[in-house]
């Protein structure tokens, strides 16, 4: 479980501000016997334990859960948006439970990992909120100049098709890599750079996506710092702005005015054949967050295996985060017990 409060693009000392949003971690280490792996038992369990008295000192709290791009089984084009069948079991009392209480539905879209599949340059412009040609959605007739946008409005498409158009989106993360493996394209300083900073100028205009204009979103930049003690590929390494050391690794202009960033530059991957245009989309929408196939495991709590190239891959989490996971846990199961002894 993480407790976070809307985004600002400032990484400056401030007071803090106080927590709107706790949202529970996807896949916790080791999570107690007695706690349910189900999303809506445990959000309805913490719910039963802040109140009345944490709900009484602090309003206006909100508790949600974090999901990957995996539980879209469409979203080309964004507007067909829809979420898998088989996780209706244990997506929808989750977004019931959402709807009845006024919580977001959070999000981790991620187009470094859309361009990794499709590595043409006019992908990356379009991944990177770099000048492009557009891709128009053939059935809705809107045009994407960026992957982002069309990523959150293919989920805000899918809350829609199952009735749920008052559940507004929070994303929870989303960055990318200034470094990775040498088979692991567009991971760069230049790159990283460009998405994260023309991201932040893209928040502070205001001008929302297609679908929702002038609508922005509570957004969370992955991240501050890079996980050095996390396993896998170099990238999964170096999506933090600054090191463990806290010496930067590149500057995007949070600290600067609103609507101003710092130039960029792109660092393309060589050009590669592509596969024929797909359905739905003008020009070929490969870059588009696709999911394929089913995703096993979620109506056991298991953990997802990959079926989409626009999310974070299995084994994300890091030592450091699973470690705080684990003391965050078990001081709310503390203090819900010492809440349930004083009734």
Same mark, same amino acid.
């Given at each position: 479980?993480?407790?976070?409060?809307?985004?600002?693009?400032?990484?400056?000392?401030?007071?803090?501000?106080?927590?709107?949003?706790?949202?529970?971690?996807?896949?916790?280490?080791?999570?107690?016997?007695?706690?349910?792996?189900?999303?809506?038992?445990?959000?309805? #369990?913490?719910?039963?334990?802040?109140?009345?008295? +944490?709900? #009484?000192?602090?309003?206006?709290?909100?508790?949600?859960? !974090?999901?990957?791009?995996?539980?879209?089984?469409?979203? &080309?084009?964004?507007?067909?948006?829809?979420?898998?069948?088989?996780?209706?079991?244990?997506?929808?009392?989750?977004?019931?439970? +959402?709807?009845? #209480? /006024?919580?977001?539905?959070?999000?981790?879209?991620?187009?470094?990992?859309?361009?990794?599949?499709?590595?043409?340059?006019?992908?990356?412009?379009?991944?990177?909120?770099?000048?492009?040609?557009?891709? %128009?959605?053939?059935?809705?007739? +809107?045009?994407?100049?960026?992957?982002?946008?069309?990523?959150?409005?293919?989920?805000?498409?899918?809350?829609?098709?199952? /009735?749920?158009? $008052? %559940? &507004?989106?929070?994303?929870?993360?989303?960055?990318?890599?200034?470094?990775?493996?040498?088979?692991? @394209?567009?991971?760069? %300083?230049?790159?990283?750079?460009?998405?994260?900073?023309?991201? !932040?100028?893209?928040?502070?205009?205001?001008?929302?996506?297609?679908?929702?204009? $002038?609508?922005?979103?509570?957004?969370?930049?992955?991240?501050?710092?890079?996980?050095? +003690?996390?396993?896998?590929?170099?990238?999964?390494?170096?999506? /933090?702005?600054?090191?463990?050391?806290?010496?930067?690794?590149?500057?995007?202009?949070?600290?600067?005015?609103?609507?101003? !960033?710092?130039?960029?530059?792109?660092?393309? @991957?060589? %050009?590669?054949?592509?596969?024929?245009?797909?359905?739905?989309?003008?020009?070929?929408?490969? $870059?588009?967050c696709v999911t394929t196939g089913s995703v096993p495991g979620t109506t056991q709590g298991q953990q997802v295996t990959q079926a989409s190239s626009c999310y974070l891959p299995a084994g994300a989490g890091s030592r450091r985060a699973d470690a705080a996971v684990r003391r965050l846990v078990g001081h709310g199961l503390?203090?819900?017990?010492?809440?349930?002894?004083?009734?």
């Amino acid at each position: 479980m993480s407790c976070s409060t809307p985004a600002t693009p400032r990484l400056v000392p401030s007071s803090s501000p106080p927590c709107r949003t706790s949202s529970l971690r996807s896949r916790p280490a080791q999570p107690p016997r007695h706690v349910s792996r189900h999303p809506h038992a445990n959000a309805t #369990n913490i719910l039963a334990c802040m109140e009345p008295w +944490l709900l #009484n000192k602090f309003s206006n709290k909100q508790i949600s859960t !974090v999901h990957s791009m995996a539980v879209l089984s469409s979203s &080309d084009p964004p507007s067909s948006g829809a979420f898998h069948g088989d996780l209706a079991g244990s997506l929808d009392p989750v977004l019931d439970f +959402l709807h009845q #209480n /006024g919580a977001p539905f959070m999000i981790n879209p991620y187009p470094y990992f859309a361009y990794t599949s499709d590595t043409r340059p006019e992908t990356l412009a379009f991944c990177l909120f770099q000048p492009n040609p557009g891709r %128009v959605d053939a059935v809705s007739g +809107l045009t994407y100049t960026n992957m982002f946008d069309a990523q959150l409005d293919a989920i805000r498409a899918a809350l829609d098709a199952k /009735g749920y158009s $008052g %559940v &507004d989106i929070v994303i929870a993360e989303t960055g990318w890599p200034y470094k990775g493996d040498a088979d692991e @394209a567009g991971a760069t %300083v230049d790159n990283a750079k460009a998405y994260n900073g023309n991201l !932040v100028a893209h928040l502070r205009s205001q001008v929302g996506t297609p679908r929702t204009p $002038g609508k922005s979103v509570d957004t969370y930049i992955f991240a501050l710092y890079d996980e050095d +003690l996390k396993g896998g590929p170099e990238s999964e390494r170096s999506f /933090g702005l600054y090191r463990s050391d806290l010496t930067a690794n590149y500057d995007i202009g949070l600290a600067a005015a609103p609507g101003t !960033v710092a130039p960029t530059t792109v660092t393309p @991957a060589p %050009v590669q054949n592509t596969p024929p245009p797909s359905r739905g989309l003008t020009p070929s929408p490969s $870059g588009f967050c696709v999911t394929t196939g089913s995703v096993p495991g979620t109506t056991q709590g298991q953990q997802v295996t990959q079926a989409s190239s626009c999310y974070l891959p299995a084994g994300a989490g890091s030592r450091r985060a699973d470690a705080a996971v684990r003391r965050l846990v078990g001081h709310g199961l503390s203090l819900c017990l010492v809440m349930l002894a004083r009734r």
